[in-house]
């Protein structure tokens, strides 16, 4: 693991930012000639993160906000047409600069909307949520939801670059802090087993910004192979075949949806199923990771007639072939396979190895 704190890692044609004061933004604003300066926000990043940046930018004052509604449900079309009608409004041009200000919501979406506007303007992400800070806001996959399908419509566009600050989760809510560590122990699955053994036992507000940038470290080193996904990183993918589906299941049936992380936390279980029946995973690892999201996620209970509604969604996967469902599976903890494929038999057999695990 990471010991040193670095104060910036690179990527693909830009920097990844680790400083809680945020100097580096006002920095990069002034080094370039801006035109204009947007900044995308949600209604609560409005409230607990602008004033942080606005503080932390004293000398830029000439700027616009755009303010979205908070959460999944608003990763549209429609809000996205908002943005671009505002941009218009606020007279963006080429030389606009966008401010992504939030958690992976605003990131995926102002990215789209900046990478669309006028055939592409530079954005940068500044990630107020555990989820987009070790996950989201790195390595330029943006997009939307269509209807409960997500992340179907979107670009590669890489941010001009990611400034991190971990004054951003003082005020964020319990719930949304645990949903990010599944990306974290996600990172540790998929490429280093000794960072998931540091980090599983952990209570997620116990994360530090060494396992924020150490898990940064992780995604980097894969997007900036593979940036556009033609291989490898479709390991960052693993527990989202299923979990994708089940997250797009429960925004379309559940009063209270389940987030991202924990969605992806099912589906890390239930491809941990697939790894240990499919790929080589031996048994006692796989016990292990159940015991790890088990231990910090809640059950999620469903029952068989939602199975054809899942599956259904998983045929939209980007990583499948034809009508093959693609999956990222381990072989190992801190070791994953891409391009396995699994039938609609075996899906299910781990879907319901899940629902008799937690009945
Ligand atoms: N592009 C990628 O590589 C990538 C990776 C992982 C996830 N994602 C996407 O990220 C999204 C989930 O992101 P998320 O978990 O950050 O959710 P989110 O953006 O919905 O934010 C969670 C909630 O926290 C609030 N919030 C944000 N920062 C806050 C702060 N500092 N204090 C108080 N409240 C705050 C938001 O308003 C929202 O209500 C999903 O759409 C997922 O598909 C993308
Ligand atoms: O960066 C990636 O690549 C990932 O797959 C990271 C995932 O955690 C993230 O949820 C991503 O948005 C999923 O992408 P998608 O291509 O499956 O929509
Ligand atoms: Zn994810």
Known sequence: MTTLMEPYISST???VFFDDTLAGLETFIRSADYSRILILTDRNTSEHCLP???????T??????????PGEENKNIDFCMGIWRMMLD???DRRSLLINLGGGVVTDMGGFAASTFKRGIDFVQVPT???????ASVGGKTGIDMGNVKNIIGT???PRAVFISTR???TLDRRQLVSGFAEVIKHGLIKDAAFYASVKGLDASDLTATHIQHSVVLKNAVVTQDPTEKGLRKILNFGHTIGHAIEGYSLANDSRPLLHGEAIAVGMICEGYLSYRLNGLEEASFNDLVATFRRHFPDYRYDATCYDALLDLMKNDKKNDGDRIGFALLNAIGACDYDVFAGKAEILESLEFYRTLVN
Do not use: H, R
């Not at 942080?52 to 004293?58: E, G, K, N």
């Not at 830029?60 to 979205?68: M, N, P």
């Open 13 to 15: 044609g830009y920097n």
């Open 52 to 58: 942080v940046v606005q503080a932390a930018i004293p």
């Open 60 to 69: 830029v004052s000439d700027y616009d906000v755009i303010e979205v509604d």
């Open 90 to 92: 606020f007279g963006a």
């Open 129 to 135: 949520t555990l989820l987009a800070q070790v996950d």
């Open 156 to 158: 590669f566009a890489q």
């Open 168 to 170: 951003f989760l003082q």
